[in-house]
């Protein structure tokens, strides 16, 4: 027993490390790419290719002065990056990035924990990270960055309904709400090809969830002058940052999961598949922001309420027609 | 799926976890501030889940957390924010002429007869027989499959609740 | 192997904390929010008791529960919010009137 606690604890270090890693790299490439775009060069002074760029950043975030602004709620104003970071690397756990390797002998499976109620815990965690913006909104004293925190709860409450919808019609295909499961379930056929509908929602969904453009109201410049963490410095603002970019990473790993095929493919071994697919979604990701405008947060809402919701429900209830037809 | 029958260190995390749970509770009942309230009310659900989880219930405890700590609470501090509450110290009293004074200084007299007569029916419970061995997870399955047989009527009646709720909801906020 | 009776006790605890609260606080979000807690109470000593006798249950009941309290604060905080508009208060002293 102590043994696997000692493998799992270095499995979840090994796990973190190389996660920060590829966010900052993330924020790199993002930069890179954003930049050839828009017909600009991007960072690339700081070693070859910029690409010790990341590592610039993170020492220049660290040696800023770290405020706190009078009249803050100190406690809260403390506990909101350090929450929004913890569920965002929190939610990895469940997922699985590659087949079983044999690593000096001992058998290591590339997940932390394959626990039977997979997909519910990454939605818990998804539903949790609200707190950390809210709370960062409502404890700097602040009326623009309460307004951003308040955007962003009702944003992130209201679409959470068509996501989760979106994913019980793939646990319905599955039969499983482990992640595992679900990933062999796909071994013939992925669940995009079986479900391009849920997929679509999931991520539109997926987008709003992340505050990202061209859903980002809760942090948009013009208006709220960059929202719920306009007091922050220092660390604290680059644990919001690491957060926002996190679940980017979590929110496409689970994508890949769910609906391409998760670590399967040919040729190739498993984790590097996953690395693939795992960086076409980043690509993606970086291609809206530097593509589509910012939405009005009414247009926003109806979108939400008016027309992810009902096609969600009406996706599922046809989805569970053909798997019940099928005798699944 | 290991088995799970005996975790390490049971005992130790189900007592701090537990003194943790009280700790908050009392915290947020004493609080003077809402937002705190609120928070320490997620900390008390967040460890009660983590007392399902010892108890092998993991889908009641996720859910735990996605309704009543992604869902409820949320929303309670989205009101409490909207609305900007503010409350005196809740052991402050106004004086007599309050007409809950009586009643708030009795209260923690009354908690504790609650308290004694709740516990005497507790800790007489005998343990039962059937779980010597160890404690088992719980299969979703069975649950699904027991929420569409036996409790299929009630769980009909649940969803015609949620939607009245939902109506209601939104008729109380038209009406403004 | 903790027993049964600890669980319980747990819940009673966590209960009792929720009633009293009821009774100490005026405003009414924090008065929900207590019987949120007594809710959450009576959760725990469902989930214990159908655990040690390897009944499923329990974990139903509980989800209706849990359905229910959902319903609840969804009307609930829409009163209170129509309320506050109304009277400028969530004080359950303030308001005392049964007509508006």
């Known amino acids: ?328 | 799926m290991p088995d799970l029958s005996n975790l390490p260190y049971e005992q130790a995390i189900f007592y701090l976890v537990s003194a943790l749970a009280v700790g908050c509770a009392l915290a947020m009942i004493l609080s003077k501030n809402a937002v705190h309230a609120a928070l320490f009310m997620v900390a008390n659900f967040g460890l009660v889940a983590v007392l399902y989880l010892l108890l092998r219930a993991s889908f009641i405890a996720t859910i735990q957390v996605i309704v009543y700590a992604g869902a409820i609470m949320v929303l309670f501090l989205f009101v409490i924010m909207m609305l900007n509450v503010q409350e005196a110290d809740p052991r402050s009293s106004r004086g007599p002429q309050d007409r809950l004074f009586t009643l708030g200084s009795l209260a923690p007299l009354l908690g504790l007869g609650l308290l004694g007569a709740l516990a005497y029916v507790a800790l007489g419970v005998k343990q039962p027989a059937a779980t010597s061995g160890g404690l088992v997870f719980a299969n979703i399955q069975d649950v699904g499959a027991l929420l569409f047989t036996r409790y299929l009527y009630p769980f009909e009646i649940t969803s015609l609740l949620l939607l009245v709720a939902m109506i209601g909801a939104v008729v109380l906020a038209k009406r403004r | 192997m903790i027993p049964l009776s600890h669980y319980l006790l747990v819940s009673a605890i966590l209960f009792t904390i929720g009633a009293v609260g009821v009774l100490i606080r005026r405003n009414a979000i924090l008065i929900f929010m207590c019987i949120e807690l007594m809710l959450n109470a009576v959760n725990l000593s469902f989930i214990a008791l159908a655990a040690y006798q390897n009944l499923v249950d329990g974990q139903v009941f509980v989800f209706f529960v849990i359905t229910v309290a959902a319903a609840e604060v969804a009307v609930g905080l829409a009163i209170l919010v129509y309320l506050f508009y109304q009277r400028l208060t969530t004080d359950v002293d303030d308001i005392n009137s049964l007509k508006g």
């Open chain 1, 1 to 328: 027993m102590s043994e696997d606690i000692l493998l799992i604890v270095i499995k979840v270090a090994v796990l973190i490390v190389i996660l920060l890693t590829v966010v900052a790299y993330t924020v790199y490439v993002e930069r890179r790419i954003m930049a050839r775009m828009q017909s600009r060069i991007g960072p690339n002074r700081v070693g070859p290719f910029g690409l010790l760029q990341p590592l610039a950043d993170i020492l220049k975030l660290i040696f800023k002065e770290d405020l706190t602004p009078a009249g803050a709620d100190k406690v809260t104003y403390f506990l909101a990056p350090a929450l929004a970071a913890i569920t965002g690397l929190a939610a990895f756990a469940v997922i699985p990035f590659g087949n079983t390797i044999d690593l000096f002998g001992i058998k290591v499976n590339l997940f932390i924990a394959d626990i039977n109620v997979g997909l519910l815990y990454l939605f818990a965690m998804s539903s949790l990270a609200v707190y950390g913006i809210v709370l960062a909104g409502w404890s700097s004293n602040n009326k623009y960055s309460l307004l951003g925190g308040v955007r962003s709860s009702a944003q992130m409450i209201s679409y959470e309904l068509p996501l989760g919808l979106a994913l019980v019609s793939v646990v319905l295909a599955a039969g499983s709400l482990s992640l595992g499961d679900i990933v062999k379930a796909q071994a013939n056929l992925w669940f995009i090809v079986q479900q391009p509908l849920s997929f679509v929602i999931y991520f539109i969904c997926a987008i709003a969830e992340t505050n990202r453009a061209p859903f980002d109201l809760p942090e948009a410049e013009t208006e709220l002058i960059a929202g719920y963490h306009t007091e922050y410095s220092s660390l604290k603002w680059a644990l919001f940052f690491l957060a926002e970019y996190m679940a980017v990473i979590t929110v496409s790993a689970t994508a890949v999961t769910i609906f391409f095929g998760g670590w399967q493919g040919p040729f190739l071994p498993g984790w590097l598949w996953f690395v693939i697919k795992l960086s076409g979604f980043i690509f993606f990701f970086t291609w809206m922001r530097a593509t589509l405008p910012r939405l009005r947060f009414d247009q926003l809402m109806r979108l939400g309420w008016k027309v992810l919701l009902p096609l969600a429900a009406l996706n599922l209830v046809v989805i569970a027609g053909l798997v019940a037809a099928m005798g699944g």
